[in-house]
């Protein structure tokens, strides 16, 4: 249960236990504007960052002085600011630890702890304070000397509403033209003045020069006569089109980063994986808590796979597949996985099902290919219309040993193609195969 005392001794009483190095316990009011320096002296501050945690003290006094006197108005603009602020940052420096983040945090907690589900994590919940609230009290980054019982209880796979991931860009968009338009409010585009055009005397004059002629002697002068157009060299015939493959199939490793239930969908589960994106990159987002450039995907694995399997491990994941929203959540990309075949009619999902395991030194993002058809590289997305995917997925199987392979007979366009193997293992760039615990002679997908 946590204290519900007052944020300054919640605050005070924090600092003392867990830095006494550092806070002295005979000081009665820290000079906390200056202390982040010496609580945290493997990190640097500059003056721009000083200047933030001045501003997030001053913040959460005020925030203190709302909760203090009943203003609720005030107190939810200041938390609907705070939780946009922490929407793409792990603290409120971004990345690094500040005095500003305990201070918010000994003043947040006892909140958070009454707050409803809904008030969490539902539709206009505080996502980001709560993750935010979690993150301070367990990361080794504050190292908090905070006993067990007093800690506020999150579930961090009870999410009831994930919320769109803010692009980057955009954000960094938005803050530019912000400032521009604080520093300079008549470069608003909506709100600068029309310029006055010319007079149609003046546009017909214009045109009339355009066009050759003269407007002193009011009469056109003579056009150039046009030159003969050399005959055009014939079109080389083009290149014959490469056979189609498998590899075309964006196949990478993946890292689960964390999974939950679909807010929405009883048989899905949502999952962060990151799988080796370049920042910015398109489908994706970046993540809070962890900094990296991650895919957010829907999977119909819930009742089937053990949500506990799904979290911290490596997958196969399918990265140039068209993304569709599932349920309110839109998914990038797909995680392979095996399942025994049935016969036709019967139900291809009852289970059970077994994810596809990389080789476990394959890092997040790494190739993934079938040997023998590894040429050439995968399409940036997959045409919906040209059903790629669903012409090489029913060759993908596993063996009698348990590893992933493509069988070229089971697929009437690539069957007997010269020079090709009739069954090519899936392997990661690095070397390795890529296996599945249990299921054998199962279809992948």
Known sequence: MATAAAPESSLLSLLYRSYPNVISPDATEPD????????????????AEEADIKQWLHTADGLKTAFANGQKDVSDGILGQLNIHLATRTTLLGAKPSVADI??????????????????????????IVRHTDFVQNSRLFSLQIPEEEKIAIDVTDVKFVPKPVDPKEEKERKKREKA??????????????????????KAAKAQNQAGADPAAGHKTTKKEKKEKAPKAP?????????????LIDLRVGHILRAVNHPNADSLYVSTIDCGDAPGSDNTSLDEETGKTVRTVCSGLNGLVPLEEMQGRKIVAVCNLKPVTMRGVKSCAMVLAA????????????????????????????????????????EKQL????KVWETFQPGFTTTADLEVAFDSSAVPSVHGQE???????????SGGICTVKSLANATVR
């Open 181 to 202: 338009s604080a520093a300079n409010p008549d470069a608003n585009p909506e709100t600068k003045p029309l310029v006055v055009g010319q007079g149609k005397a003046d």
């Open 103 to 128: 201070a918010v945090y000994a003043l947040l907690a006892p909140v958070v702890e009454k707050w409803t589900p809904e008030e969490r994590t539902g539709e206009k919940g505080y996502h980001h």
């Open 383 to 386: 045409n919906p219309k040209k």
């Open 419 to 429: 020079g090709k193997p009739a069954l090519g293992k899936l392997v990661a760039a």
């Open 32 to 47: 906390y504007l200056h202390a982040s320096a010496k609580v945290f002296p493997q990190a640097t501050f500059g003056e």
């Open 235 to 247: 079109k080389p015939a083009p290149a014959p089109a490469a056979p189609p493959a498998p590899s």
């Open 339 to 378: 399942s025994p075949r049935v016969a036709e009619g019967e139900d291809s999902h009852a289970g059970p099902v077994e994810l596809v395991t990389p080789p476990a030194a394959a890092p997040a993002g790494e190739r993934i290919s079938f040997e023998g058809w590894n040429e050439g590289q995968p």
